[in-house]
DNA sequence: GCTAATGTCTCCTGTGGCAA
DNA sequence: TTGCCACAGGAGACATTAGC
């Protein structure tokens, strides 16, 4: 299955190489790069992004030394497009930091690796297969989010050869389900077959676990685009996607050139790329401008589309549109953000909630943890509000700044510390009850964790109506025309941080510095963590202060 | 009894939200 | 950046019903 069609519809020689990420990127992006407007004001990446990607970069060379050992010979290659042509013409079984170009294409790609593959090409050339090193898994436990039954071996194995067609499938886990790993994949296989030494279809990833997964960008993939029927697979879709950024690449470069003056072929729209775009100081104010519907939660570029065939373009449009002629609950959902965002209230009443409920108690315990990014809790933070004494909220943590941490001890001391104080509660004929914004489960999930570990029920405690999530008392009340996170639903009802940049990825930094004797960043993580525990009693404390007086979503109109 | 239409249920899949 | 979870919509399997 070769690309025996141009995959652009338009002149592209003039445009420049795309690399393996272009077909995953935000089109307009590619746009931009090309032609980039005047004011372009470079945001550099959070600190716990550049983290993770250092990390990415450390995880890739550890691998690739274990392959260089495992193998024994491996040329040194690092990104020479002659090298790497000269290796793959010699039959080189394993070569590391490829670099490949197709000027044709206009295409260029460095795959981490390319295996032999025992078979040769049609043309009697070496065939190989690409292979990416990857810093996150490659299996799921289950068929939800997976391509089908994992074919894998250990990542050393390449030093053996593979055979992928003759690999029986594994019992248990299932492939992942990686649309960008994919993509790029496919990017590696067709810059092989420029070059003649392209495998049948055959493509592999190595995990976290140093798995490699090995997947066919042949199979039936990806659902069809607006066709039921039919599956695309990887490299069909990588065709369709590629084809349309060398489109947009190519009319940018026509721009540039004075060549046309036709308009770009994508507008600004919302993703979550755009939180780590250089451009997206550039592209917000022309949504804003724009009054553009993928500002609204859940509105993705199919949902806009549809918005937009039946003759729905803005957000005052959508906010304005009879709730009872949209057709989904998601797009009547949209309308409802679409009238908080247009007419500048903090905070709604959504639909149906009419009487808040909310659980309260005489004693009241926040609870908050924060973890390492290996995924243990070094901090359980509490702040605990006895409401009939009228005593002022006590910040109690539990934390362990140790460079050998000993995060079992530090849930015992919490655990015991909660469930005395829940015990002088009853003992003293009041109420409790412990309170977190859950989102994604974490607490619970770490509750979990932690509570067999030390031969707790942790189970009827959290299954019981003691322990509240917030986050779920507030989705089923209130919409703040965009994210219900901690951070945004405290700051509407008038909460404010202490420190200005108070992410949970930040952290992860601090408590860097904070295992290594920092007290100032000791002190730091604690104060962040005391913010959001009194967060959420602030969330609580004012919601049933001004829920009498808050809007309901129904009768809001936009204004301007 | 066979077939097609319809309804119900479950699983799959994509997306968003949240946290670290 | 990754990982996990919740949710919603769609697809497909299966059961039921009506018409012949």
């Given at each position: 299955m070769t690309a025996d069609k141009p995959l652009s519809n338009r002149d592209v020689r003039r445009a420049p190489l795309l690399d393996a990420r272009a077909a995953t990127r935000c089109p307009l992006r590619t746009h931009l790069m090309i032609e980039p407007p005047e004011h372009v004001v470079e945001q550099p990446l959070p600190v716990d992004v550049l983290v993770r990607i250092e990390e990415g970069r450390a995880f890739e060379d550890q691998v690739m030394a274990e392959v260089a050992a495992a193998v024994g010979d491996l040329p040194t290659l690092t990104g020479d497009e002659a090298a790497t042509l000269a290796a793959m013409a010699a039959g080189v079984p394993v070569i590391p930091q490829a670099e490949l170009r197709d000027h044709e294409g206009r295409r260029t790609g460095r795959p981490d690796l390319l295996v032999a593959l025992p078979d040769p090409t049609p043309g009697g050339r070496t065939a190989y297969m690409p292979v990416e090193v990857k810093a996150h898994l490659v299996t799921a436990k289950a068929k939800g989010g997976s391509l089908g039954p994992l074919r894998a071996c250990a990542h050393t194995d390449v030093?053996?050869?593979?055979?992928?067609?003759?690999?029986?499938?594994?019992?248990g886990p299932w492939t992942r389900k990686r649309t960008d790993d994919l993509l790029q994949l496919a990017h590696y296989q067709r810059l092989l077959e420029h070059h003649g030494h392209a495998g049948p279809g055959w493509a592999g990833v190595i995990g976290s676990d140093r798995t490699l997964a090995l997947v066919d960008l042949t199979a039936p993939t990806f659902q069809s685009w607006r066709n039921t029927t039919g599956r695309w697979s990887t490299l069909e879709k990588y065709d369709r996607e590629f084809g349309f950024r060398l489109?947009?690449?190519?009319?940018?470069?026509?721009?540039?050139?004075?060549?046309?003056?036709?308009?770009?072929?994508?507008?600004?729209a919302r993703s979550s790329e755009c939180d780590r775009c250089r451009f997206e100081g550039v592209c917000t104010p022309r949504m804003e401008d724009a009054d553009e519907l993928t500002l609204l939660p859940k509105v993705t570029w199919d949902v806009r589309q549809r918005l937009h065939a039946s003759g729905l373009t803005t957000r005052t449009a959508?906010?304005?549109?009879?709730?009872?002629?949209?057709?989904?609950?998601?797009?009547?959902?949209?309308a409802d953000h679409a009238r908080v965002q247009t007419s500048g209230v903090p905070l709604a009443k959504v639909r149906g909630a009419d009487v808040l409920e909310l659980p309260r108690?005489?004693?009241e315990v926040d609870v908050d943890m924060e973890?390492?990014?290996d995924g243990r809790v070094y901090l359980w933070g509490c702040l605990v509000t006895d409401r009939r004494a009228g005593t002022p909220p006590e910040y109690v943590p539990f934390v362990d700044f140790a460079p050998e941490l000993d995060d079992t001890a530090v849930f015992v001391a919490f655990w015991d510390w909660l469930q005395r104080t829940r015990k002088a509660a009853i003992d003293a004929e009041r109420s409790f009850a412990a309170y977190c914004w859950a989102g994604g489960g974490a607490e619970d999930r770490y509750l979990r964790l932690y509570g067999p570990r030390i031969g707790v029920d942790v189970e009827s405690f959290i299954t019981s109506p003691e322990w509240v999530d917030l986050h779920r008392v507030a989705r089923a009340h209130v919409t703040t025309g965009g994210s219900?996170?901690?951070?945004?639903?405290?700051?509407?009802?008038?909460?404010?941080?202490?420190?200005?940049?108070p992410g949970g990825g930040q952290s992860m930094v601090w408590y860097g510095d904070a295992v290594a004797g920092s007290h100032e960043q000791q002190r730091r993580l604690l104060d962040y963590n005391a913010d959001d525990v009194e967060a959420t009693r602030w969330v609580r404390e004012r919601l049933a202060e001004v829920w009498a007086d808050l809007p309901r979503v129904g009768d809001l109109m936009p204004t301007g």
């Open positions: 030093a053996d050869g593979l055979d992928p067609a003759a690999m029986a499938e594994v019992e489109d947009v690449a190519a009319l940018a470069t026509d721009r540039v050139d004075g060549l046309t003056d036709e308009d770009p072929l994508v507008v600004p959508l906010a304005l549109a009879d709730p009872t002629a949209l057709p989904t609950k998601a797009i009547r959902e949209a108690a005489d004693v973890s390492t990014a219900l996170g901690l951070k945004v639903v405290a700051g509407r009802l008038g909460f404010q941080w202490r420190d200005d940049d």
